[in-house]
């Protein structure tokens, strides 16, 4: 069923294995812990909303699909009547529908997805994170962003790959820019279901989901 508790549930499971994603980060392990802790907690929606659009437009869904069960996310909100015509409504539409016009007209291929995902874990540009871990992710992010670079001129030709990397770039930039408003949405969720699952999340998932 398309309830609250349902996303909270996969959510933590998504959690749980983007922690592990990182930890197999090799810059993660040069990381002191209060800026690891800082890195997963400030990346975890916008790493979410690019697996989640990629593995979707797989399928050219028109809207975010959890692939553990096929679960739609926009359907808590076309389903309840409190959300009908609300503000609500519409930033979902924005969050899991208009987001994957892009994902669906670039289609990543896999190796493309799994070095945008590299770049996006090696995010540096939020508060929090001490000189030393932002110049190392700085530097992670410059070389997987040079690797895919390499990558699509070798596939496209150069002029056609600067095009396509430019292209797949702005995907990132589109999953950052939404992350802010997925956060505010599970706030939303939380706030309106009393005795959810949300309520049961441990609370470092719970920094992740709704601070960041």
């Not at 002029?159 to 802010?180: C, N, P, Q, S, T």
């Amino acid at each position: 069923m398309h309830t609250t508790d349902n996303l909270f549930t996969l959510l933590k499971m998504d959690f749980v294995t983007f922690v592990e994603l990182f930890k197999m980060q090799p810059v993660f392990v040069l990381l002191e812990l209060d800026d690891q802790i800082r890195l997963v907690n400030s990346l975890a929606v916008s790493l979410l909303g690019l697996c989640e659009r990629y593995h979707s437009s797989r399928w050219k869904a028109e809207t975010v699909l959890k692939l553990s069960n096929g679960f739609c996310p926009i359907f808590i909100f076309y389903k309840n009547e409190e959300f009908f015509g609300s503000a609500e409504l519409r930033k979902a539409n924005l969050v899991y529908c208009r987001t994957m016009r892009s994902f669906n007209r670039v289609q990543p291929t896999i190796e493309e997805y799994l070095l945008l995902r590299a770049i996006a874990m090696s995010h540096s540009a939020f508060d929090g994170l001490s000189a030393p871990a932002r110049r190392l992710l700085q530097n992670e992010a410059e070389h997987y962003a040079d690797a895919l670079l390499r990558f699509v001129q070798a596939q496209h030709g150069d002029a056609a790959g600067a095009k396509r990397y430019a292209e797949l770039l702005e995907l990132i930039e589109g999953v950052f820019y939404v992350a802010d408003n997925q956060r505010k949405l599970h706030s939303i969720l939380k706030a309106k279901t009393i005795g959810g699952g949300e309520a049961k999340m441990p609370k470092p998932f719970s920094e992740m989901c709704f601070k960041g």
